[in-house]
């Protein structure tokens, strides 16, 4: 028996098979390093994509409560001069959506009414939503700011008179000459259709009935 196979017999390895082994081994840690990356990058994109559904559904059932509950009550100008409709809506001007809302929670039982004057912006690609701790806010009264929902492309409110027409303004722009000014500020319309573009899973429209 020669001196090699000896050392075989001995149970050592050369150095090609060390290498060999080394650079099996480095293959598969580089394979399992890859599906462990891709599978870490699937989760964290998946829990982006859950917040943002989240986001969504929280945004929806906001703006449903407000809609749905939507009271005919409206409220003193700010300015203390003249009165604002219990609902005020124009594609043009911000806020794009101001109403009186019914139904405010009050855990904690303080010293004030069930109704609340609410607001919608968009601004910048998010939805803002702003609501008063007064019914009948001043000037000197600021509202309280809440972002519903980032990273949309547009959003979009219409309204279901009782003509049963779709129309962006809100009251109607005339005022028939059998309705009071008092009736005019307490219309309210059949349904609210609310519109969010977005860019994760494009245009979303949800319509919602307001309550008699």
């Known amino acids: 028996m020669t001196s090699r196979a000896k050392r075989r017999a001995g149970g050592g390895f050369t150095l090609i098979e060390l290498l ?3 650079f099996i081994a480095a ?14 990058r699937a989760r964290g994109a998946i829990r982006n994509d859950q917040r943002q559904l989240l986001a969504l559904q929280t945004a929806l ?22 009165w604002q409709p219990a609902l005020m809506a124009s594609p043009t001007t911000e806020p794009m959506v101001m109403l009186t809302r019914d139904g405010w929670s009050n855990p904690l039982g303080l ?4 109704l609340e004057r609410v607001a919608y912006l968009y601004r910048h690609g998010t939805l803002i939503r702003e609501h008063w701790n007064v019914l009948d806010p001043t000037l ?3 509202p309280v700011k809440r ?4 990273h949309l492309r547009g959003v979009q409110l219409r309204y279901l008179n ?13 005022v028939g000459a059998e309705a009071s000014l008092d ?25 919602f009935e307001v309550a008699e």
């Open 183 to 207: 009736t005019y500020y307490r219309m309210r319309p059949l349904a609210v259709e609310v519109t969010l573009r977005t860019r994760q899973w494009g245009k979303i429209v949800r319509i």
């Open 162 to 174: 009782l003509e049963r027409q779709w129309v962006s303004q809100w009251p109607p722009p005339a």
């Open 61 to 82: 059932r906001i703006m449903e409560q407000d809609f749905v509950q939507l009271a005919p009550r409206p409220i003193r100008s700010p300015n203390g001069q003249g």
């Open 140 to 142: 000197d009264d600021h």
């Open 20 to 22: 060999v082994a080394i």
């Open 111 to 114: 010293q004030r009414p069930e």
């Open 27 to 40: 293959i598969m840690f580089a394979i399992g390093y890859g599906v462990i990356t891709q599978a870490l």
């Open 147 to 150: 972002n519903l929902l980032k």
